[in-house]
């Protein structure tokens, strides 16, 4: 049976071990966007090593089953969440679908692939919150097409907040199996990162923007 109160810590051991995430606060990552970032995060790698996404799939169904109970249908995000929202559909014994990014352009011009049907209450499954854009605009085509987004739910959030306040005004509740918070403090134990590097770790979360420059 999965604990709840430990999911957090042992993701964030899980992302480390398979350098799912690295930390260089002192030699930065340049995002696409041009942002200097301390931290790089590649969640795909976890489809990888079985016993991880296992443990990632039974985390999300342990939320699921303690705080969403009457879910309906589980929706991964494309491309990433794809194969999560499959096994975690897989435990619930649910229906799964997902969502593009944007409609096809041929076709019947689906947005949301598989079955939602109007009322049904529908989780997303997400890999990983930046700033939170692509969720908010899969969770919003689930209500476009008359269903209840309950949640999105991500395997890990970089806490900015930025996407906080963009999911509270989109008015969709979010919820991470780990954060950048428990990563920290992982990575710290582990001896990953020095005490030195935590004050501007915590900078780059509190104005990213600015980190860097």
């Known amino acids: 049976m999965t604990k709840l109160a430990e999911i957090p810590g ?3 051991a899980y992302l480390l071990q398979i350098e799912a995430v690295a ?3 002192k030699q930065p990552f340049t995002w696409t966007s041009g942002i200097k970032s301390p931290i790089y995060c590649d969640n795909r790698l976890t489809m990888s090593y079985p016993e991880i996404r296992e443990y990632i799939a039974e985390s999300f169904a342990a939320v699921i089953r303690d705080q969403y109970p009457d879910t309906e249908v589980i929706a991964g995000t494309a491309t990433a969440g794809i194969p999560h929202a499959a096994w975690v559909a897989q435990k619930l014994n649910l229906p799964m679908a997902y969502i593009r990014d944007k409609a096809k352009g041929h076709g019947k011009e689906n947005q949301i692939e598989g079955m939602i049907k109007p009322g049904q209450k529908v989780i997303v499954i997400e890999d990983l919150i930046s700033t939170g ?11 476009d097409a008359g269903a209840v987004p309950q949640a999105v739910l991500a395997i890990f959030s970089y806490q900015l907040d930025k996407a906080v306040q963009a999911f509270s005004d989109a008015g969709i509740p979010l919820q991470t199996l780990s954060n950048y ?18 004050a501007a770790l915590k900078a780059w979360r509190e104005d990213p923007s600015s980190f860097g420059v």
């Open 10 to 12: 042992q993701i964030a």
């Open 133 to 143: 854009g692509s969720s908010i605009k899969a969770a919003l085509a689930i209500k």
């Open 181 to 198: 918070g428990a990563l920290m403090d992982v990575a710290l134990e582990q001896g990953v990162i020095q005490e030195d590097d935590v």
């Open 23 to 25: 930390l260089r606060p």
